[in-house]
């Protein structure tokens, strides 16, 4: 017997948050998100995404005990700005049980009809800075900080369900350089004298950059990842916790700010030391030990994660990307950083894809959204 319940009180939220917790309890490759911003997910006090999302929270049990979750999303900024009337679905996890799974959809798709919506897809979360899409490559391989981790039989289930692809990523390993490719750095050096550009990283303490610029880089994200599928634009009281949540693991030497001639955000690049294996020990949890093994992750790394790379509209092509680069791989070498992994990238965005033509790679993981009409 299969029963859905939305949840309504701390108690279920808790359950709904420790659910992949069981569920990946002896997988290695599973990374949880903090445990605590999970269960804050309908408290619009901790929850900013709030003031443009409606969100609803659901449990399913098979004979008493926990099945599977799911989370909806109704995305209002994003229906506005795209004359859409889709609903996402977000933090989906499930025993291998098409009927679980077909009950948690059945639950999703009845809010969705509720609120006059035409459109479930997912997995999508609030905006790019959330984690979106379902593993369908690499399930041998460990996820990344930003990343949804997924058993194998997860798209099987959705597609079993009437789910098309919708939007497609690729991750990718890069090959560790041994120095900084001269070419690069030529490059870099007559682009930032043409231009007037300047890197922030190097001058300014990360507390007074993120302070200064902080709210501009984020608006230059907006501008430069407009385009892509789906993207939700960051502004006020979430750029505020995205930059509290980043500003705590970011390694200045893994980071570059670019300004032009008149002071104004013209690039940035995020590589954030992996804090995977501190969050996997914990479960997600906060405790001192783990906010020490954090400390030790963030200030010694060995592996990194590229997170972003953005250059405004009106510099995009113009060889900016180099200039953040040389500096952020030289920094890499010198430290020994053993491994680099790229967070997901659409397979659409061709000029993310070219701008590592320089750098050996290879993929090693895939992941896609899924779409179906609300009937």
């Not at 799974?101 to 798709?109: H, P, S, T």
């Not at 905006?127 to 981790?149: I, K, P, Q």
């Not at 490059?187 to 043409?194: E, F, G, P, R």
Request: net charge positive.
């Amino acid at each position: 017997m299969i029963k859905v319940t939305e949840v309504r009180t701390a108690s279920q939220m808790r359950r709904f948050a420790k659910f992949p917790l069981i569920l990946y309890k002896d997988c290695p490759h599973y990374v949880p998100s903090i445990y605590a911003d999970e269960c804050s997910l309908l408290d619009p006090k901790k929850n900013p995404n709030l003031i443009d999302c409606e969100v609803h929270c659901f449990l399913a049990y098979k004979d008493g005990k926990v099945a599977g979750r799911i989370a909806t999303i109704e995305q209002k900024a994003y229906n506005k700005l795209s004359g859409r009337k889709c609903l996402r679905f977000s933090r989906f996890d499930c025993i291998d049980d098409k009927e679980v799974a077909e009950a948690l959809f059945a639950a999703a798709e009845k809010v969705g009809r509720e609120k006059g919506l035409d459109t479930l897809h997912g997995p999508w979360g609030f905006d790019d800075m959330d984690r979106e899409g379902m593993l369908t490559e690499g399930f041998d391989r460990r996820a990344t900080y930003a990343t949804n981790y997924n058993y194998e039989y997860y798209p099987k289930l959705v597609t079993s369900l009437g789910f098309q692809d919708e939007s497609e990523w690729v991750e990718y390993e890069f090959d560790m350089p041994e120095k900084v490719d001269e070419r690069i750095a030529h490059v870099a050096s007559y682009i930032s004298k043409k231009l007037g550009i300047c890197e922030r990283a190097e001058s300014m303490p990360m507390k007074k950059l993120i302070a200064k610029y902080g709210h501009d880089a984020l608006e230059m994200v907006n501008l430069a990842y407009a385009k892509l599928d789906c993207y939700v634009p960051v502004h006020g009281k979430i750029i505020d916790q995205v930059l509290r949540q980043f500003a705590t693991v970011i390694n200045p030497r893994y980071f570059s700010l670019l300004t032009d001639k008149e002071g104004e955000v013209a690039a940035m690049a995020v590589m954030l030391p992996s804090i995977c294996k501190p969050l996997q020990k914990s479960g997600g949890r906060m405790t001192l030990p783990t906010l020490l093994r954090l400390v030790k992750a963030i200030s010694k790394p060995r592996e990194l994660e590229m997170v972003l790379i953005a250059v405004h509209p009106k510099y995009q092509k113009m060889g900016l990307n180099s200039v953040m680069m040389s500096r952020i791989i030289a920094n890499v070498i010198e430290d020994k950083i053993e491994r680099v992994e790229s967070n997901p990238e659409l397979v659409s965005n061709i000029a993310v894809q070219e701008q590592w033509n320089a750098m050996g790679r290879r993929i090693i993981k895939r992941r896609k959204t899924f779409i179906r009409p609300i009937s």
